[in-house]
Structure formats: structure tokens, C-alpha cells
């Protein structure tokens, strides 16, 4: 069953009203497009489909998690709070952007998190415009699941640019990471930490902390490093990295290779 934007807010004041106990979340959880399931109504973007293991009632019986939605330069364009049947574990809603802000570029992030009674709760006292909105959400959710969505007709003709990274894409298997390191690549460090971007001009809302960083190489125009974070290629400003001096490397100079 399909919930509204309006409904689906209605339904987490009715739960903030109530008393809460335990605070409880779901252990894991993941999404799929489903452009047949609301398919009159995919041009801003399709219904998803939510699967959650081990669902629990934050109170009201439901199990809240937030679908927020951004563009490719990070624009918020939707924040769905939505009620997740914990005896199921299964729900769907209609993933329509735009209801925040105008998309501005494509494709559209969307990243489902986990919250419980004590944090739906203050996340209703805070307008989904608010960068405190998703600043709460990061802070204090857990983030589930994480794709992008580039076919719905209100993108066309938007500028195209790398999908805006908000929880990641490592590629990890288990705790293993399987990122192949390009020969030539060296630890550097960022001492003072650095902002990050998904590719060069194209910023992201992670902060990198000071500390070592493999470094594979340089852009075309020379102004950013690639870097590995997480298990994945990102990139940050090279005025913020430097050498390490830390055996092993003992200096060893950052590479200029220019990489994609």
C-alpha cells in the first residue's frame, strides 16, 4: 500500500504524541526501484520497494525509516519519513522528488535510513529544508540501503554528473575490501582532514579525518587528488595533502600520475 508524503508525516506526529518505551531498529534493510509499481506516476521518480530484516515497533506499530533524496550537486529534493509494518518487515511508497527543493541535476541519490521512536520523534521538529535535517539523519540514523535513479522523465535535460554519495559504495564483501590499488599509488596525509568529492568539482557532504590516505593520483587539471576512503575512489583538493613521514613512506612524494 502506498502512503502519501502528508500521510506518512500525519502518521509520525500521531506516534510522537504517544509515549515511547525502548527505543528499537531494524538490524538491516535494503530498497528496489519498482517503476511498474506506481507506473502512472514515475516522472518524478519511481516507487521503492523496502525490505527490512529483523523489524521492530518504535511505537504506533511501525518501524520508521527515512527515504532522503538528492541530486547530483546534493540538493535535497525529498525526505519521506515512512512506517514500515514490523510484522512484515515489507512496505513501499510512490519516491517522488521534489517536494523539498527543485531538482537541479541528475541523477537523484536516494538514501534510505533506520530510525527509532526517540529519533522520528525529533526529526518531526525539524523542516526537511533544514540542513539539520539530515545532519540529525546522519548523526543518529543508521543508513540501510543507497542507489541512484537517472530514467524518470523531470531529469531530462538536466546537467548529468557523478551520483552525489551520501552512506557509500564500498566494495567490500563481508569485511574484506576488494578495491584494486593502482601500482605507483603512496600513503599520504591530510593533516587537518579535507573535504572530499565523489569526482573533481562534484562535492560530497563528507569530511575526511586528519590522519593517512593511499593516494592514487591527480586530475587532469591538477587541482585534486584521488584518493581511497571507505574501500572506494573519492577525491579531495590536493592544497590539502602532503607527504607522510611515517615509516614506511619516510617523505616519499605524492604521485602525478593523472588518473579518471
Avoid: H
Avoid at 192 to 207: D, E, H, M, R
Avoid at 229 to 247: D, H
Amino acid at each position: 500500500m502506498l502512503f502519501s508524503k502528508r500521510a506518512a508525516l500525519m502518521l509520525l506526529i500521531i506516534v510522537v504524541m504517544g509515549a515511547f518505551g525502548t527505543v528499537y531498529a531494524a538490524s538491516s534493510g535494503s530498497f528496489v526501484f519498482d517503476y511498474a509499481g506506481d507506473a502512472a506516476d514515475n516522472a518524478d521518480g519511481p516507487q521503492f520497494d523496502i525490505t527490512l530484516s529483523g523489524p521492530t515497533d518504535d511505537g504506533g506499530i511501525c518501524d520508521w525509516v527515512v527515504m532522503v533524496m538528492f541530486d547530483a550537486n546534493g540538493v535535497v529534493v525529498d525526505a519521506d519519513p515512512y512506517c514500515v509494518n514490523p510484522g512484515t518487515g515489507i512496505g513501499s511508497d510512490d519516491g517522488d522528488y521534489g517536494a523539498v527543493f527543485t531538482s537541479t541535476s541528475r541523477p537523484i541519490t536516494y538514501s534510505l535510513f533506520d530510525v527509532d521512536g526517540a529519533e522520528a520523534s525529533a526529526l518531526v521538529l525539524i523542516s526537511q529544508s533544514d540542513p539539520a535535517y539530515v545532519a540529525y539523519l546522519q548523526a543518529n540514523g543508521t543508513c540501510l540501503d543507497e542507489d541512484y535513479e537517472d530514467v524518470s522523465s523531470d531529469l531530462t535535460g538536466l546537467p548529468s554528473a557523478a551520483p552525489f554519495v551520501v552512506c557509500g559504495t564500498a566494495a567490500v564483501v563481508g569485511d574484506v575490501c576488494n578495491l584494486a590499488i593502482p601500482a605507483g599509488s603512496v600513503v599520504g596525509s591530510a593533516p587537518l582532514g579535507a573535504q572530499v568529492y565523489y569526482s573533481p568539482g562534484n562535492i560530497t557532504n563528507i569530511t575526511l579525518n586528519p590522519g593517512t590516505y593511499i593516494v592514487v593520483g591527480q586530475d587532469s587539471t591538477e587541482t585534486y587528488y584521488k584518493v581511497v576512503l571507505a574501500c572506494q575512489f573519492l577525491w579531495v583538493l590536493k592544497n590539502t595533502m602532503e607527504p607522510s613521514y611515517l615509516p614506511p613512506q619516510n617523505g616519499t612524494p605524492l604521485p602525478t600520475t593523472i588518473v579518471n
